[in-house]
């Protein structure tokens, strides 16, 4: 099977790094025409001196998903440059933690205007162009919190299930422009979030025993790459997915509902890990 995306015109958000960066290596390497953006000028320019090297034209700009204007403006100078829009891959977001104590609704909303409306300002800025020609394919990059909540983080799982649930919807009502929405729903990727999540543990853990508990709920007992990612959108924007509008599909390893355990999973881990470290300190005479 050899999936042809030679010339097409993508838009890839939030492309300087991570998933988003390996979606866009994947479709340089198919001589696609790329327009990515990010909020980092200096990075999102780093990255399309790689791109460059195989891709048939690269746009780099740095773009505020939260500017509607700065969406349209970034949208129509693809439009003007290339003639159209064939696919756009929703990635650019951020996860947001928090709980009923914590979280204020101005904190939730702050962060819906970045994710949710983010996702919908470039679908309804690239819908347009993609009706003229009648052919499109929007791929929503979200997470499996999204899709099974979890007890902890209520702003990503508010806001990640607005997103499955826009692109769902999209994904009924676009196919009669043969414009096909589908979302894919992201498990533990290893994009360097994890290094940060290891660092914020107590001292006297180890990577090893912190993976172990991290991979606990992950069938496959490993962290998904980027590129596991990639492969999906390449198929999903390809004339093989041409009969696939409004799936959810889960990059996530055969993780389930076993999300939904992960936080007192975390939670029990650093208590133990805190009474394993007590016990070393008392039975060493406090000494370090």
């Not at 003229?132 to 806001?159: C, F, H, K, M, Y």
């Not at 498990?187 to 508990?213: K, L, V, Y």
Request: hydrophobic share 45%.
């Amino acid at each position: 099977m050899h999936i042809n995306l030679a010339d097409k015109r993508v838009i890839i958000t939030g492309a300087s790094r991570g998933i988003g960066l390996a979606i866009a290596r994947a479709f340089a390497q198919e001589g696609a025409k790329l327009a990515i953006c990010a909020r980092s000028d200096t990075a999102i320019q780093e990255s399309a001196v790689q791109l460059r090297t195989s891709a048939s034209a690269v746009i780099a700009r740095a773009v505020d998903v939260t500017d509607t204007r700065g969406v349209q403006d970034f949208v129509q100078e693809v439009v003007t440059q290339w003639g159209g829009v064939d696919v756009l891959v929703n990635n650019a977001g951020q996860g947001r933690g928090g709980n009923l104590e914590t979280l204020t609704p101005e904190a939730i909303l702050e962060h819906a205007n970045i994710l949710q409306m983010g996702h919908f300002r470039f679908i309804q800025a690239v819908v347009p162009h993609m009706r003229l020609q009648r052919w499109g394919r929007i791929i929503e990059i979200n997470a499996l919190a999204g899709a099974i909540p979890t007890p902890d983080g209520i702003p990503s799982v508010i806001n990640r299930a607005s997103c499955i649930a826009l692109s769902k919807s999209l994904g009924m009502s676009l196919p009669k422009d043969n414009i096909l929405v589908n979302t894919l729903n992201m498990g533990w990727i290893d994009t360097g979030q994890w290094d940060r999540h290891f660092n914020e543990m107590p001292a006297g853990c180890t990577r090893e025993e912190f993976d172990a508990m991290v991979l606990k709920v992950v069938p496959l007992g490993r962290f998904g790459k980027p590129e596991d990612v990639a492969g999906m959108v390449l198929f999903l924007a390809s004339e093989y997915a041409s009969f696939i509008s409004a799936a959810s599909i889960d990059i996530a390893g055969g993780m389930g509902g076993q999300i939904a355990y992960y936080p007192q999973l975390k939670r029990d881990f650093t208590e133990d890990l805190k009474a394993r470290l007590a016990a070393s300190r008392l039975t060493s005479g406090g000494r370090d």
